[in-house]
Every structure is written in structure tokens, then in C-alpha cells.
Nanobody, 115 residues
């Protein structure tokens, strides 16, 4: 089985920064994709950023230039550095691992940006 544990969420003022971490454990295969998604109250869950084995990344237009996703393969951990945060970034942020045609989700971490 696979377990994902997120950390790093919290309350920050607009313009501030936060760094989220997601540690994966269990049966982790070498080739996979990990990503961050978020869900604000009353809205659908949306993609924030993804990274695949080899380092290729993809970002939602709304976070390009402000957020950076990175990974540490040795630790099976993915990070999301969030800078210049805006109130509209407020959401529960979820980590996802995709491997062998299966998706695994973390429990989510709350990010609240005050204006």
C-alpha cells in the first residue's frame, strides 16, 4: 500500500510564502508522477502543479511564476514552494501520487491566505 503525508500548511498574510511537503511511503515505483491539487470551499478540486520522474513539471496558469514544485527521489518526497500568496490561493491542498495506473491521495493540508 501507499501512504502520503502532507505538511506545511497554515495561515499566512497575502504576499507571504509557505512550503508544503508530501512524503510518500510504501510500494513506491521508480517511474511515477506526483502533484499538488487544491480545493476551495464550494469549488471543484483543481490541479496546481505536477512533476514526473525525470523532473518535467507542469503548472496551472494561476500559479505560474509564484509556485515551484520539486522532488527528492531519495526521500520519495515532493515539495511545493508557494510565494507571493494571494487570498484566492486559500484552499485545502492535496498531494497525489500516480503510478501503475493508480492514484493515491494524501489527507490534505489547509492553506489560508489573509488579505
Amino acid at each position: 500500500q501507499v501512504q502520503l503525508v502532507e505538511s506545511g500548511g497554515g495561515l499566512v498574510q497575502a504576499g507571504g510564502s509557505l512550503r508544503l511537503s508530501c512524503a510518500a511511503s510504501g510500494s513506491i515505483f521508480r517511474f511515477n508522477a506526483m502533484g499538488w491539487y487544491r480545493q476551495a470551499p464550494g469549488k471543484q478540486r483543481e490541479l496546481v502543479a505536477t512533476i514526473i520522474t525525470g523532473g518535467s513539471t507542469n503548472y496551472a496558469d494561476s500559479v505560474k511564476g509564484r509556485f515551484t514544485i520539486s522532488g527528492d527521489n531519495a526521500k520519495n518526497t515532493v515539495y511545493l514552494q508557494m510565494n507571493s500568496l494571494k487570498p484566492e490561493d486559500t484552499a485545502v491542498y492535496y498531494c497525489k501520487l500516480h503510478q501503475r495506473a493508480s492514484d493515491y491521495w494524501g489527507q490534505g493540508t489547509q492553506v489560508t491566505v489573509s488579505s
